[in-house]
């Protein structure tokens, strides 16, 4: 077994990747404050190949220097765009069709592990703030919540993470066909 070499990874380029077909989801980052944060979702959206990030409230925007540490450039292959109230975001993604999914611990949430997406729709992904979550007048607008089953001391991830576990998962399908 030898570690490929990054020539040997048959990567798109930026244009490619505007130009290819995505993945219907958009990540929806409510008042996430760490720029580390921020760049690392990013390049799991690049990864996955999905249609947009949101950036919302205090959540800085490129370009940054801080932002480009962790997302490697993926700030300018995936689409961005900036609202001020993330239930403005949120508002214009259900009427263009998207369900809206707060990735949040509430009552009636849905366990990540047993949610199907179906391919035929769309999602907007609600990721929270590292302290306080996903704010309460956000999720009165989802249409449910999934939650990451967790089996230790500790009651949440770390938001990059946390994006990383339900991207994968929510991807999954489109990876299928």
Known sequence: MR?????????????????????PIVVVLD???SLHNVGS?????????????????????????????TALGAEDSVEWRYFNET????????????LAIGIEQVEGSTELNTFEPNTKMKFAV???????????EVINQCDFCLEIPQHGTKHSFNVSVTAGIVLWELTRPWLRE
């Open 126 to 136: 609600i990721l929270g703030n590292e302290v306080k979550g996903v704010n309460q």
């Open 3 to 23: 570690k490929l070499k990054l020539h040997e990874l048959g990567r798109i380029s930026v244009n490619e990747f505007k130009e290819s077909p995505k993945t």
């Open 87 to 98: 239930t403005d975001a949120v508002e214009k993604l259900k009427k263009d069709g998207y």
């Open 41 to 69: 979702i990013f390049r799991t959206s690049d990864a996955f190949r999905l249609e947009a990030v949101y950036l919302c409230g205090i959540t800085s925007t490129p370009p940054h220097k801080e932002i480009h540490k």
């Open 31 to 33: 008042n996430v404050r």
